[in-house]
């Protein structure tokens, strides 16, 4: 049993499988909550996982990057003694039934943490994680737009395992050296799988390829943006309907902005903290004189997007930084989602180009 | 349990633990903070260049990221010259000799001094923009043959504001080195120019084909030396200044100093005018 091989699971022995799983580390799965709610979170026995689930607008990537994450904890006595404890908590997990787009941007953030400069906490974390991918064939939501950002609906690299519904059983297929050691407690359980599953999950892929309702033609903003072609007035007009309640960065999987600040506990002691940050804050890059170089709710929003889609992020990044999981489009009052501000862009423009150019932009 | 972390550790988010060795008043906000670590064999292994910063962790109030201002030759201790300003700046100077305070660090690229051997200088600086800058000088000083010509410009708001007015006291007796000074709002005792910076440029004679000028101060300062200079005939690529930015982990992570796509503390923070150029941000 090893990476790239392809295998069935029956779905009577799922849970018995992942049973096998936990005894190794926790299960991070998708499970529904009271009224009818999905929602990412550590399960108690496989029997609870939502196999069955759509999409949850609450993305796990902060079993990788947490909230709140504590760094290390400090105590300022004896007077003029300074203790310091350094904390870094990374227990064993599965995180089960995670989307193909959550993939891709934890896969993403893997690159960001890791490279040049190695962040301890995220890599501790990202070590101990095996991702258990379920395909999308359920029909996407319509925010969904994956399909645009090479992030889904299914992955051909990128996974630890991934699972696809075939009515009775799951194909399951290795991806990585992680997802064969997580194979091997239950590895009695899978059969090979034969041509008629195979030719099963590739009608599903075609299938899955066609229900989407949403696009981003992503290309033509990413070239305005990255020449700084988008003037300001676009921006501003952009910005002028954002609340700055950071939902678009804060529910975004790729996202990685963090603040750090040194909370006081109740014994006297100090933790110092990590916490999610939005670059749509005002309080971002206001410096302590008050000085602001990103002053304008317009160059927020340019800033957000010139990370998300432009060239020199590219380059660096090797993707770009938007999976087309659409949540910032379900999160977002006042359609400042990435699939409707790059066609407030791509419309927007037409104002400022010369006549002959936009003949050709339609 | 509470473990003691006196070692250097693979955690780069973990601080190293370094005393108040003196404290020196420059302004009535500024003060310079001589420390040592605590760590000697870290000590040993600690080295930068002019142009880093480090991040210093006031315990009990949070993290900020510091320029060095010391002379880089010496290695026992080095020096952080700081504006109460902010939450951890102003508890800062409530600090006493002897209290600990955490260092992370070195970060940052440095000045190009290495690169510019053979060639005239120009320094110009504006307020605590001096600090970055006051290592560069003293290598250049204790240097002095490998450099030609070397044009200082400092510009304060008032003849109290000036930071290292013991340094500029001796620059200023210096026969190898040209340097004036000016404040915004003169007083009684003084006798040098009154008005920004930029009124100093008429005084000075350098070819501007072979001088390297270095620029620290604040935005407004920055803005119009940049375009004095240009005047003057200085390429884009012989314009080094060093920005700043609202700063967190100093190791390109939290995401909070980048400008497009430049984070200012792992690129930055000294960039010259074309590299500045090349960033849409920052509107040049």
């Not at chain 1, 059969?191 to 696009?215: H, M, N, P």
């Amino acid at each position: 049993m090893k990476a790239s091989e392809t295998w069935v699971l029956k779905k009577t022995d799922v849970s018995k499988f992942f049973a096998g799983v936990a005894k190794e580390m926790r299960l991070v799965a998708p499970r529904y909550l009271f009224g009818g709610d999905v929602t990412f979170g550590v399960v108690e026995s496989p029997g609870e996982i939502a196999w069955d689930y759509g999409h949850v607008i609450y993305p796990p990537k902060r079993f990788l990057l947490p909230h709140y994450e504590d760094m290390f904890r400090y105590e300022c006595g004896p007077p003029r003694r300074i203790r310091l404890e350094a904390i870094n908590e990374a227990p064993p997990q599965a995180i089960l039934g995670i989307r193909s787009c959550d993939v891709s941007a934890i896969r993403f953030q893997e690159k960001f943490f890791g490279s040049p400069i190695v962040d301890p906490y995220y890599k501790a974390r990202s070590d101990s994680t095996v991702l258990f991918s379920l395909v999308c064939n359920a029909p996407p939501k319509k925010e969904c737009f994956c399909i645009c950002c090479d992030a889904g609906p299914y992955l051909n690299a990128g996974f630890d395992v991934q699972l696809t519904d075939l009515g009775d059983r799951f194909l399951y297929e290795i991806g990585s050296e992680k997802g064969t050691k997580a194979t091997e407690a239950g590895a009695s359980m899978l059969v090979k799988a034969g041509s008629d599953d195979i030719a099963e999950r590739r009608r599903i892929e075609v299938q899955a390829d066609l229900l989407f309702e949403t696009t981003a033609y992503l290309a033509k903003a990413i070239d305005f943006i990255s020449a700084d072609e988008v003037p300001d007035e676009i921006w501003e007009e952009l910005g002028s309907t954002c609340f700055r309640c950071g939902a678009c960065t804060n529910l975004c999987p790729v996202c990685t902005c963090y603040t750090v600040d040194d909370r006081a506990e109740a014994d006297g002691s100090f933790t110092r903290c990590r916490s999610w940050d939005s670059c749509q804050y005002a309080g971002f890059t206001r410096e302590a004189s008050g000085h602001n170089p990103r002053p304008t709710f317009g160059s927020r929003v340019q800033r957000r997007f010139y990370h998300k889609t432009s060239y020199p992020y590219i380059m660096r990044d090797g993707r770009h930084g938007c999976v087309g999981c659409g949540r910032c489009i379900s999160a977002c009052l006042t359609k400042l989602g990435v699939p409707d501000v790059v066609k407030r862009i791509r419309r927007g423009m037409h104002k400022y180009l010369p006549a002959q150019d936009r003949a050709a932009e339609v | 349990m509470w473990g003691v972390t006196d070692q250097p550790s693979e955690n780069l988010y973990m601080p190293m633990i370094a005393v108040v060795d003196e404290i020196f008043d420059e302004t009535p906000d500024t003060k310079t903070f001589r420390l040592c670590f605590e760590d000697k064999e870290y000590a040993k292994s600690f080295s930068w260049e002019p142009g880093q910063f480090v991040e210093v962790t006031i315990f009990g109030a949070g993290e900020a990221p510091i320029g060095f201002a010391s002379n880089p030759l010496e290695k026992s201790f080095f020096e952080l010259t700081v504006v109460a300003r902010g939450k951890v700046t102003q508890m800062m100077h409530e600090l006493k000799r002897g209290d600990q305070v955490g260092i992370r660090g070195p970060f940052g690229n440095c000045w190009p001094l290495e690169a510019v051997k053979g060639m005239d200088l120009l320094v110009v600086s504006g307020g605590c923009g001096l600090a970055p800058l006051r290592p560069a000088i003293l290598q250049i000083l204790a240097n002095r043959k490998d450099y030609g010509e070397f044009w200082m410009l400092y510009g304060a708001r008032t003849p109290a504001d000036r930071d290292f007015k013991y340094d500029l006291e001796e620059w200023a007796k210096r026969d190898d080195m040209h340097l004036l000074q000016t404040v915004d709002i003169g007083d009684d005792t003084w006798k040098d120019n009154v008005g920004v910076v930029t009124t100093l440029f008429d005084k000075i004679k350098i070819d501007a084909r072979n001088t390297v000028a270095l620029n620290c101060g604040p935005a407004i300062m920055i803005k119009f030396v940049t375009i004095g200079l240009l005047k003057m005939g200085f390429s884009e690529d012989r314009l080094v200044t060093s920005l700043e930015r609202y700063m967190k982990c100093g190791v390109g992570k939290c995401g909070h100093c980048c400008v497009n796509h430049v984070y200012l503390c792992t690129e930055g923070p000294v960039f010259t005018y074309q590299q500045m150029r090349a960033l849409p941000e920052l509107k040049l």
